[in-house]
Each structure stands twice: as C-alpha cells, then as structure tokens.
C-alpha cells in the first residue's frame, strides 16, 4: 500500500515540472508512466495505454489516450475489463458510464459521448461480455449460480472502475479531478443509484435515468403480461394492443389541458379498454375488432401483477407505454405466440430455477407465487437497488437527477415514484439533493410522444458547480413538424397548458 501510495506521488512531483497542459498528451499516453493502481480486494492483472488519434467514433473526431485495465478479485474466479478514456483536451471532470440490460458498462457507444465533451470516462464489462442472455455466465453450472459475476455487475465492480479510473485519470493529468458525474440509462440508471446508496463517496453529481431499481421485483414480474395472455389462452397481434393503446391516449390526451399525443396525467385516466371492445383494427398483415380478451389482458397489464391470491407484486405499465415490450407476440396466419422479454425470462431461467431449459410459460400458481418470494428473498442485497436511505450521499454534499419516461413499456414508472416516496418519507429535505422529473409520453430512455431533456447532465453540473438546482428539467419535441419546448416538472407536479404558444416552455405551469 505504502509502496503504491508513494509511487503516485513521485509520478505526480515528476509531472509537476512540466507543465500540464504544454505536454503532448500522446507522449504520456504510455502504461510506463501509470502508477501502480490500487483497489481494495482487487489484483490488477494487467495495464495497457494506447493512444488513439481523431477517432471517428465521434463527430468532430476526438483524440484521446485509451487504458484498459484488467484485474480479478482473487478467489473469485473472475476477470475484469476496465477502460478509461482520457481525452487531449480534458475539462476537468470524472464520468462514469453506465450499462443497460445485461451490459454492465457501453463502449463505445455512451463512453465516446463524454470523452467527446472533455470528460475523462471510465466503463466497465463488470466481468461478462456484453451479450444478449446471461446463458453463458449466469450459472456456474446446472443449478448453482455465479453470484460473484452477479454481484460484480450488480455493484461491485462499479465502484472498482470508479476508484482505478479515479487513480490512472488524477495520474495522467497530474492534476486532481475537479468533479466526478455518474450517467446512465435503466441499467444505467440502477447502477447510479446504487452508487448513490452504496458508495455515496464516490460521485459529486449522478444522473440516474429510468432506473431499473427494485430488480428482485419489477424483473420476475415482467413476464407477468405473458402470463396474462397465456391464462387467457388469447395471445393478441400488437395490432389490436396498438388500436387499445391509441385509444387509451386519444381518451386521456386533454387532461393536462392540451391536445398533444401525450398523456400528462396518468393518475386521472380512467379508461377502461372495455369500452372499445367491437371497434375496428387494421394492419397490413391483420385486421379485426377489439376483442373482449384483450380489453382483459390489457386491463390486467395495466393493473400490475398479481399473485394467485390476487395480492399485488408490482406496479403496471401506464396506459401510454407501448405493449410491444413485455406483451410481445408474433403471429401466423392461424395464431399468435408470446415473445417474453429476455431479461425477465433470463432471470427466471438462469437466476431463479437455475435451469438454462427452464419454460416460465410453465409456472403454476403456486409456483409462481415462489418464484417471486425467491425473487425477493435470494436477491433484493445484492442487486435491487431500492434503499432509500441516501444519508451518505447527502452527507457528501452530492446531487442527483433522475428523470423517467411515464410511458416506459419496461420499467413501470410507477417503480421509481414508490421508491422517490420512500426516500421522502425517510426524509422530508430530499429534494435538496435529489431530484426526480416525470417525462410524460416518453418511452424507455428515449422515443415517445413526450418531450425529452435536451441535457439534464449539464444541469446536473450546474446544481454541483454552481449551485443551480434545476426547477424543471428543460425538454423537447418535435409536434407537427415544429420544435415545442416544455420544462419537465418534479414529481409530483404535472405540466399543465397555461395558454399561449404551445411551443415555449413558458406557456406551461408545473401544478
Ligand atoms: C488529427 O486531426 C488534426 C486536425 O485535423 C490534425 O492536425 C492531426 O494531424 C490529426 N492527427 C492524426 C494522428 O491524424
Ligand atoms: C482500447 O484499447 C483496447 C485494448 O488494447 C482495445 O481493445 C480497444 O479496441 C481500444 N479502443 C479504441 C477505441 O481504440
Ligand atoms: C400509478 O400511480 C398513480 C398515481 O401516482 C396511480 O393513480 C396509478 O393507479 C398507479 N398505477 C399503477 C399501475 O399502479
Ligand atoms: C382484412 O383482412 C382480410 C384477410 O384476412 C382481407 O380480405 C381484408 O381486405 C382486410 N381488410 C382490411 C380493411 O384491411
Ligand atoms: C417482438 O417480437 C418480434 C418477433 O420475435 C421481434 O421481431 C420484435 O423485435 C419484438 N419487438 C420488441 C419491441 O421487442
Ligand atoms: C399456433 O400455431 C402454430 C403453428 O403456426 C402451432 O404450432 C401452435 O400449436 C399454435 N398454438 C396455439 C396455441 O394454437
Ligand atoms: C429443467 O427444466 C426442464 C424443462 O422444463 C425440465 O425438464 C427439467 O426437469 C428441469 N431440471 C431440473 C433439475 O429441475
Ligand atoms: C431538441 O433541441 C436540440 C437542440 O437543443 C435539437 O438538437 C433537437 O433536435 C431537438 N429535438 C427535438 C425532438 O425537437
């Protein structure tokens, strides 16, 4: 430790003589000059820095030094993948860059992003690649799971990137980091939280977008609309759920006071998919009239799901959000079949019954009930993401912003609302260091309707930096072909039309 520490501060004397900023970056681009990186718990096994010039992954090109770390936690049996982005023309800042779905961290897709806006970024594969289904690291064999890779993409590895990230940007630069962000989407978004309640030190400002937080519940009960369909013995084209869905938001577009496409006020939309039951459908591959099955199913989906008591397990999609997510089909000429989405079908397989042939289709009641119990039991430590005590985050003085989409078709918004209650109830002052805005009419971190913030980061960095915490996030759309502006409002305020132009955000009140 004391070796290490030591070495980190001759690095630093020796850049100290030179000024910063002069150097070539592309001549310290170069693993000789790295300290020795140190992480509790973890062996760094390898290091390599290679300087990559005008990359076209961005537009301008950037340049920017890019180190891969790889380390293990030993007796863990795991290897790990690290990069960190170091850009020629640094603005001072730390980002982390979170994943989505499985993906524990996105190269280069999210990373070039902030390396593009001068951040120095790290990502991570938390130790699994980035593919589809967790068939191939789930479990260790037939019914044992690897709860180390889980734990690693679930929290672990997270703050390892953030601590050697961390070490190799302060290093590089000779300089220590201004501030550090976290960003990320959905999984992305857990993950912001999970550094927020588990490693509050970690980040000064994070913006955790449609967080796929209470994982040990929202992830089983996703394939609660397949069940749905499945007891119905009535699989339906997404044909007729879009012809419900339209009608749903053509009933509930004006509460808000505005004819916008948009359903602003999910509390007050009381319609029932019943009433449009005999109504004509019409796709190019199918046609028909709403049936009575699929008022049902659609009622029951929006419900939330239930166990065989009719006990409630977890929240539903609002009326806006799309079908095509959870209750997924593809149809014959004769018939339709489910399409369950792979995440809740993976957890079930791989996580719960630890069967890689295991069919969730195939859950009695009973059995369901369990795997939802398990669900919660096995699993809400290490990956649920859903304590609201943020005591050490506000201790830190950091800031958080999380926005969500209020027709997310795959994590019910109504989630991230239960969670943002409990964080109030456990403290009423949260709002001065947490945030959360709803995005009406807008989908899983993008499309939509809705008006969709233009860069809630940079607002992020004004609350940290300057001390500007936002009153509403600033959004846009594109309605009729022109540019609308609208701020998004803190939950649980609504944006109502006030009158005047419809495309500035002034012409809106948050109430
Ligand atoms: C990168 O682009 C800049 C500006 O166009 C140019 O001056 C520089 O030579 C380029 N570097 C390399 C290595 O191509
Ligand atoms: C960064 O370096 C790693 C390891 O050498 C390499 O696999 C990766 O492709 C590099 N990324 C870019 C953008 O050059
Ligand atoms: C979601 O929350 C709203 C109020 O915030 C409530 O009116 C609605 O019934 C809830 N929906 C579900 C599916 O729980
Ligand atoms: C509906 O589909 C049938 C064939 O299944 C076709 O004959 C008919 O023209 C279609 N109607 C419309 C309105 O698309
Ligand atoms: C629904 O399932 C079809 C058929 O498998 C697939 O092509 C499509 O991408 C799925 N849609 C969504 C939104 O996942
Ligand atoms: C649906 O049709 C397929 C053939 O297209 C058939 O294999 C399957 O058994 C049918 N399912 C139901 C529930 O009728
Ligand atoms: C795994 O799932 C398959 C398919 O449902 C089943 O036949 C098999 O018995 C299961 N294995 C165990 C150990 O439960
Ligand atoms: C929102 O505004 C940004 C510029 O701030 C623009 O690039 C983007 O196209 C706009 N989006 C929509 C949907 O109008």
Redesign the pocket.
């Given at each position: 430790m004391k070796m290490i520490f030591q070495g980190v501060i001759t690095f630093f004397s020796t850049l100290a003589v030179f000024s910063s900023t002069t150097l070539a970056a592309a001549s310290r681009c170069d693993v000789s000059a790295l300290p020795a990186l140190d992480q509790f718990g973890a062996s760094v096994l390898s290091i390599d820095a290679v300087q990559v010039?005008?990359s076209t992954l961005s537009t301008p090109?950037t340049?920017f030094c890019n180190v891969s770390i790889t380390y293990t936690h030993p007796g863990q049996n795991d290897r790990i993948n690290v990069w960190v982005w170091l850009p020629n023309s640094w603005n001072g800042r730390f980002q982390g860059v979170g994943g989505g779905g499985w993906t524990t961290g996105l190269v280069p897709a999210n990373t070039i992003g902030a390396v593009a806006q001068g951040y120095a970024a790290v990502t991570t594969d938390g130790g699994h690649a980035s593919t589809a289904s967790t068939a191939s690291w789930g479990l260790l064999n037939p019914g044992n799971v690897n709860l180390y890779l889980l734990q690693d993409f679930a929290s672990v590895t997270l703050n390892d990137m953030t601590v050697l990230g961390k070490q190799v940007t302060e290093a590089y630069y000779g300089k220590p980091i201004s501030k550090s962000y976290w960003n990320g989407c959905s999984t992305g978004g857990r993950q912001g939280l999970m550094m927020a309640q588990r490693y509050p030190e970690a980040y000064d400002g994070i913006l955790a977008i449609a967080p796929a937080i209470n994982w040990a519940e929202f992830i089983p009960t996703e394939f609660w609309p397949q069940r749905v369909m499945q007891k119905a013995n009535y699989f339906s084209s997404q044909c007729e759920f879009n012809a419900i869905t339209a009608a749903a938001v053509s009933a509930c577009d004006e509460l808000d006071g505005l004819k916008d496409g948009v359903i602003g006020m999910i509390g007050q939309c009381t319609f029932d998919p019943h009433s449009v039951v005999g109504k004509p459908y019409s796709c190019t591959d199918v046609n028909g009239t709403i049936s009575t099955q699929a008022a049902a199913i659609v009622k029951s989906i929006w419900a939330g799901a239930r166990d065989s008591e009719d006990k409630f397990q977890w929240y539903g999609l609002t009326q806006q959000a799309p079908l095509s997510g959870l209750a997924n089909t593809t149809c014959s000429t004769e018939n339709c079949t489910g399409v369950p989405f792979f995440i809740s079908s993976d957890w079930h397989r791989i996580f719960l019954q630890r069967n890689n042939s295991f069919d969730p289709y195939s859950y009695s009641d009973v059995e369901w009930d369990a795997a939802f119990r398990l669900s919660r039991n096995k699993y809400t430590s290490i990956i649920s993401t859903s304590d609201p005590d943020l005591t050490g985050f506000k201790l830190h003085d950091g800031k958080m912003i999380t926005w969500h989409g209020m027709a997310d078709e795959l994590i019910a918004f109504n989630g991230t609302v239960d969670y943002y209650q409990r964080v109030l109830e456990l403290d009423p002052n949260a709002p001065e260091y947490y945030k959360f805005f709803s995005a009406p009419g807008v989908q899983h971190c993008q499309g939509g309707n809705g008006a969709i913030p233009t860069d809630a980061l940079a607002q992020l960095v004004q609350w940290v930096e300057n001390g500007e915490a936002p009153e509403t996030l600033g959004a846009n759309r594109t309605v009729n072909g022109e540019n609308w502006q609208q701020g998004l409002c803190a939950w649980p305020l609504s944006s109502v039309y006030k009158g005047g132009d419809k495309r500035l955000a002034t012409s809106f009140v948050c109430e």
């Open positions: 010039d005008n090109p340049s």
